[in-house]
């Protein structure tokens, strides 16, 4: 079976609505679903939810549990890991950079939390009124994803942080070996002398 749209490609699925078959760059996965393009654009406001998410767990999920498990208790398994990595990703950071930038990266990390806290409940609203959310990377850093500037601010931070970082290692290096090298050194000028 080929795809309706790309003939020359093998059909993965067939879309949930129309039944068309479709190859992997026509097919969207959305909450377990799979849609044709065409189809995904016209029952994006109409389609009825699987089942209702409930406010209570949602708000125990994005409470209790790391940033991003709030998305994957609504089926947003992608956009929930990606969550979950940045969050992850950060702590590492934390642990590993020097002093100035951990009070930087800490508030990233309440950022991100309240973000993904609130956001979680909008999802869970507009899931609860028969929207169709895509679960894509992109919809969670989609800012920084299409935004060039975005792009480059983030990048610009994250080499930073890694510069800093490198020459707080070459700084305790120095710091250890200099008391080494002047004890050494006295020792020459002692041994010299006799």
């Known amino acids: 079976m080929t ?3 790309h003939p020359a490609k093998d059909a993965i699925d067939a879309c949930n609505q129309c039944g068309s078959p479709v190859c992997s760059d026509c097919a969207v996965d959305t909450q377990g679903q799979m849609f044709c ?4 654009s016209v029952t994006k406001r109409t389609a009825k939810p699987a089942h209702k998410i409930s406010s209570g767990l949602l708000f125990f999920f994005s409470l209790l549990f ?6 994957m208790y ?4 992608k ?12 702590i590492f950071l934390i642990t590993t950079v020097s002093m100035p930038l951990t009070l930087f990266l800490s508030l990233s990390l309440g950022v ?4 993904s806290f609130f956001d979680g409940f909008n999802v869970r609203r507009r899931i609860n009124s028969g929207e169709i959310i895509n679960d894509d990377v992109g919809d969670a850093f989609g800012f920084i994803l299409k935004n060039r500037t975005a792009r480059t601010i983030f990048l610009v931070v994250i080499a930073v942080i890694v510069l800093v970082n490198i020459l707080g290692f070459a700084i305790n290096i120095i710091s250890t070996l200099l008391p080494i ?3 050494g050194f006295v020792i020459y000028l002692f041994v010299r002398k006799k």
């Open 3 to 5: 795809c309706r749209t």
């Open 37 to 40: 393009r065409p189809c995904l």
């Open 66 to 71: 790391p940033p991003g498990a709030n998305y």
């Open 74 to 77: 609504m089926g947003l398994i």
């Open 79 to 90: 956009r929930g890991l990606a969550t979950m990595s940045i969050f992850f990703l950060i």
């Open 112 to 115: 991100i939390y309240l973000a």
């Open 181 to 183: 090298l002047l004890i």
